[in-house]
């Protein structure tokens, strides 16, 4: 039997592609939710739009310091295994719940699957690096998304036996549910018009948690509001540490987190989109639409390099200059991100347990 793990809200849609293709295949599986993310808006509504099954079972971890939300996934997800003794755990990503559902089958000597492998932002200040690399020296068998992945593998001396190059699963969702999305148009809820608004996500603790540097982000975002209606689904993380902020922005709409079609439909029609998210770099790329990602690095260089993202500096003014140049959208996807990512993930998975 198959475990697949998901925990956070971007797990979810890399995630579904794969649990569709094992049930399509007649695999037996089993689906666990850590519940690091709980809320209606942050994890329920996406099983419903992504089309897949309720997982079989939440541990219920929710919140709490790294330390604390780590470890209780640890306890819960042990006691899982060992009643249940899979042949092979799947993790996706880089949140908490991967890492620590990754250390428990390690140590009980089952083998992990990682989903998204290789993939380095070169700042250990990022959690989710901690848990990439973590994850990554515990897998037996690395999925990788994009070319960078396997030359960073290889620098850290991972056997090449056990990568693959497969693409990218959360654009196999996207490729599912891109035209239902659109149907949709979710921008006449909100008064706008296609091509006429920018998107704006932001939560990474660096960005949200300092009240200096949410500062100097806002007054960026206030002047590009001044030229472009800015919609702002704000994360629960951010509306808590500094959505005070935010809120004062003549220009720039505050709306609760949104659901899976919902945003990708927003997504799709946006003149510009601004994010610190991982997900939403590749997700832009893939839609042709230009994205300012308001960090210092990228673990994602593909879409430097051949999609629409372009690195921004934490600065006011820096902001509002590149949402006045953005770079034009591109018409070409990055290898493999061509909906049949979680196909080639299943076959490799196959031969495994064949073994
Ligand atoms: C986590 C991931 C991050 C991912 C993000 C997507 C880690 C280390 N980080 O960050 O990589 O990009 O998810 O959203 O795993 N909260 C709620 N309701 C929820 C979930 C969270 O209110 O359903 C609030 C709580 O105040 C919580 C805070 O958000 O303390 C942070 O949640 P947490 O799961 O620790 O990390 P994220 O910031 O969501």
Same mark, same amino acid.
């Given at each position: 039997?198959i475990?697949?793990v ?9 995630? #579904? +592609?794969? !649990? $569709?293709?094992?049930?399509? %295949? ?6 666990v939710h850590? &519940?690091q993310h709980?809320?209606? %808006?942050?994890? =329920?509504?996406?099983?419903?739009e ?9 541990? &219920?971890v929710?919140?709490?310091s790294?330390?604390e =939300? /780590?470890?209780?996934?640890?306890? #819960?997800?042990? %006691?899982?295994l060992?009643?249940r ?17 990754a250390l428990?089958? #390690?140590k009980?000597?089952?083998? !992990?699957?990682h ?5 380095r932002?070169f700042?250990?200040?990022m959690?989710?690096?901690?848990n990439r690399?973590?994850t990554?020296?515990l897998?037996?068998l690395?999925f ?8 960073? $593998?290889?620098?850290e001396?991972?056997?090449?036996r056990?990568?693959?190059f497969v693409?990218?699963?959360?654009i196999d969702s ?11 148009e979710p921008?006449r809820?909100?008064?706008l018009?296609? *091509?006429g608004?920018?998107?704006? /996500?932001l939560?990474r603790p660096?960005n949200v ?5 949410a500062a100097?982000?806002?007054r960026g ?7 472009l209606?800015?919609l702002f689904?704000?994360?629960?993380r951010?509306?808590?540490?500094? &959505? ?12 609760? +987190?949104l659901?899976? $079609?919902?945003f ?6 946006a003149?510009?989109?601004? /994010?610190?998210? *991982?997900?939403?770099q590749?997700e832009t ?17 593909v ?5 629409t993202?372009r690195?921004?500096?934490l600065?006011? %003014?820096?902001?509002?200059e590149?949402a006045?140049?953005?770079?034009p959208?591109a /018409?070409?996807a ?8 979680a ?6 998975l196959e ?5």
């Open positions: 039997m475990l697949n998901v925990g956070a809200r971007p797990n979810f849609m890399k995630m #579904a +592609p794969l !649990v $569709l293709e094992l049930q399509r %295949r007649g695999l037996p599986q089993l689906f850590t &519940g709980y809320d209606e %808006r942050m994890s =329920q509504v996406f099983f419903d992504l089309g897949m099954p309720r997982p079989d079972l939440d541990l &219920g929710g919140s709490g790294h330390a =939300q /780590t470890a209780r996934v640890m306890v #819960a997800f042990e %006691r899982v060992v009643e003794r899979p042949a092979l755990v799947v993790v996706a990503g880089d949140v908490n719940s991967t890492l620590a559902c428990v089958a #390690a009980l000597e089952v083998a !992990v699957a989903l998204e492998a290789g993939l932002s700042d250990r200040r959690p989710e690096e901690v690399v973590l990554d020296h897998a037996e690395l990788v998304t994009e070319p960078s992945g396997l030359a960073n $593998l290889e620098r001396g991972i056997d090449a056990r990568v693959a693409g990218n699963t959360m996207l490729v599912s549910h891109r035209e239902r999305a659109l149907a949709r921008w809820a909100y008064g018009e296609p *091509g608004y920018g998107l704006v /996500t939560h660096s948690d300092d009240s200096a540097m100097e982000i806002a975002l206030a002047g590009v509001a001044e030229e209606p800015l689904p704000i994360h629960p951010t509306r808590e540490r500094s &959505g005070e902020l935010f809120s004062r922005i003549a220009g720039l709409r505050l709306v609760e +987190p659901g899976y $079609l919902e990708l439909g927003l997504m799709a029609r003149r510009l989109v601004l /994010t610190d998210s *991982g997900g939403i590749e790329t893939a839609l042709g639409v230009p994205c300012l990602t308001l960090r210092e690095n990228t673990e994602r260089p879409t430097l390099s051949e999609g993202n690195l921004v500096a600065e006011a %003014r820096a902001i509002q590149a006045r140049a953005p770079r959208g /018409t070409r990055p290898a493999l991100w061509d909906g049949c990512a196909a080639r993930v299943v076959d490799r031969e495994f347990l064949a073994r």
